[in-house]
């Protein structure tokens, strides 16, 4: 699979977002849900437009 994103740029997006892995392998699932309203922020300051999932 190839995803192209365009503008570049994106991967400050998920520098930002993401956290630099400790060591070469999958961490441990976390057992906290991740911060939507955090993530949603970091996008906005990126140009990307996001939105939480409705709830059911």
């Known amino acids: 699979m190839l995803i192209t ?6 991967d400050k997006f998920f520098a ?3 956290e630099p892995a400790q060591r070469r392998e999958l ?3 976390s057992d906290t ?3 939507v309203d955090r993530i949603i922020e970091i996008a906005k300051r990126h ?3 996001m939105q ?3 709830n059911a």
């Open 27 to 29: 961490p441990p699932q």
């Open 16 to 18: 930002e977002v993401g």
């Open 5 to 10: 994103y365009t503008p570049g740029g994106i």
């Open 33 to 35: 849900p991740p911060d």
């Open 52 to 54: 939480p999932m409705p």
């Open 47 to 49: 140009g990307i437009q």
